[in-house]
């Protein structure tokens, strides 16, 4: 109760912040899109659509391309003004049959939960039988050297780290990204890296991996926690341990895709842009809610909101489901490509991919000029659990654009279960709870009002 009174309080003060007109005009128009996300929004069925109809929606896919027609539908079906594609080339790469992943030692064979990096290449089609070697980090690994890595699989068991609470997926991801081609290096055969999560299951986390254009590309798998942990303590105690590995996936020519935009003319400053986006894309072993059939939905219910409530937006807002943000950010490229060469004019930018939990902040990209006007509009934002602006980049797909100086943001939910569903199996309609999820739609279409309507300054 008492944080209801303060929050009270916080919103009187804001009153003396504001001028009067744009406070009590706005808290009026913000209270009513909330209103319209918790009980007329079409982000939660929309999320079933692109889950539960269509799939997984890895670039260059089948998934993909019914999910570029589907959100078409839902943005005319929003009300948007304008609806079109916007070309890419991705990657065309399939997985192919189910892996193989067999530990042996002595007269046992125990069966892995595995998966194939996303882009690795894969085995011969007999599969790949050699001595396993692990290791926890890259100087462990050099430490060991070509005369016992040569002719083996590494077995990278690196743990994402619990002491860090904001960048604990970016220490651990560098395994998966540069792992195959380090191992590479000396000579191994294959890899196979902890699932890059903090929960302790038994779901494979895929995601894309690299290789050093000197070094011969190697198969590159990743095991469940619970498996890695299994085989750690295997492996302390039998030195001979094997690992038998079969994957069969095909990498094609890249393919034409599309980016999905949708806007709605601004009023006053038609010229002047505000984009929203998420990313259409996922992985395939999934059904892409978390990452980021969210951030996809929520967007077309910022549109579908301000049309709903009959507002007129100063500036133009547009929506854009990016394409191909999980292996390669073509989509990202293209989008920033053709606003430079139309000239456009990008006034503020944010997305949402970090899963559809309840926000909890917005990270400011801009001038110090900028952040401090746009701070101002925090206490608008606390009905939606907004409850800090910090300094900030933006993410994957926004990037690009910065190079046209553009306010950038970006929403941050509370995600600390979103790396249990990151890339995995698990990351299906069911984990995404409908409130949290409009929260979230309601915190971005209020960000993308505000800045429509007053701007963010030089």
Request: aromatic share 8%; net charge neutral.
């Amino acid at each position: 109760m008492r944080f209801f009174a303060k929050t009270a309080v916080v919103l009187g003060i804001a009153g003396l912040l504001f001028p009067a007109h744009s406070f009590s005009n706005d808290t009026l128009i913000l209270k009513d899109i909330g209103e319209y996300m918790l009980t007329r929004g079409r982000a939660y069925e929309n999320l079933r659509y692109l889950c539960k109809d269509i799939g997984p929606r890895l670039s260059g896919g089948a998934g993909a391309a019914k999910a570029v027609e589907a959100t078409m539908r839902m943005l005319k079906e929003a009300g948007a003004d304008t609806v079109y594609l916007q070309p890419c080339m991705v990657p065309s790469w399939e997985r192919g049959p189910k892996e193989e992943a067999v530990v042996q030692y002595g007269n046992n064979r125990q069966r892995l939960r595995a998966c194939l990096l996303g882009m690795s290449k894969g085995t011969p089609d007999q599969g790949i039988t050699a001595p396993v070697v692990m290791v926890h980090d890259f100087d462990e690994l050099r430490a060991l050297g070509a005369d016992k890595v040569k002719g083996k699989i590494v077995f990278i068991n690196y743990a994402m780290r619990p002491e860090l609470i904001t960048n604990g997926y970016g220490d651990a991801v560098r395994f998966r990204s540069n792992g195959p081609a380090e191992a590479g290096k000396l000579g191994a055969v294959a890899v196979m890296i902890r699932s890059v999560t903090h929960a302790l299951d038994t779901f494979p986390h895929t995601g894309s991996t690299r290789y050093d254009k000197d070094v011969a590309p190697i198969p590159a798998f990743a095991c469940s926690t619970v498996d890695a942990e299994w085989l750690s303590a295997l492996l302390k105690k039998t030195p001979d341990v094997q690992l038998f590995l079969k994957a069969t996936p095909k990498q094609g020519p890249d393919v034409l895709s599309y980016n999905v935009i949708g806007e709605i003319k601004g009023s006053r400053y038609p010229d002047e842009i505000v984009t929203v986006g998420g990313h259409l894309d996922s992985w395939d072993l999934g059904e892409g809610a978390h990452d980021d059939g969210a951030g996809c939905v929520q967007s077309i219910d910022v549109i579908g909101s301000i049309k709903a409530l009959g507002l007129k937006p100063q500036r133009t807002i547009r929506a854009v489901m990016f394409m191909n943000e999980e292996n390669g950010l073509n989509g990202a490229r293209a989008y920033a490509d053709s606003a430079e060469a139309r000239r456009e004019k990008h006034v503020y930018a944010i997305e949402s991919d970090l899963g559809a939990f309840s926000p909890v902040y917005i990270t400011l990209g801009g001038t110090p000029t900028q952040n401090a006007r746009v701070r101002e509009w925090l206490p608008l934002l606390r009905q939606y659990w907004v409850l800090h602006m910090p300094d900030g980049g933006p993410g994957a797909d926004i990037g690009p654009l910065r190079r046209l100086g553009p306010m950038v943001g970006n929403m941050i939910p509370y995600s600390q279960r979103y790396f249990d569903y990151h890339h995995a199996a698990s990351d299906r309609f069911e984990a995404v709870h409908k409130r949290e999820l409009e929260m979230g739609a309601a915190a971005l279409t209020a960000m993308c009002w505000l800045a429509s309507e007053w701007g963010v300054g030089e």
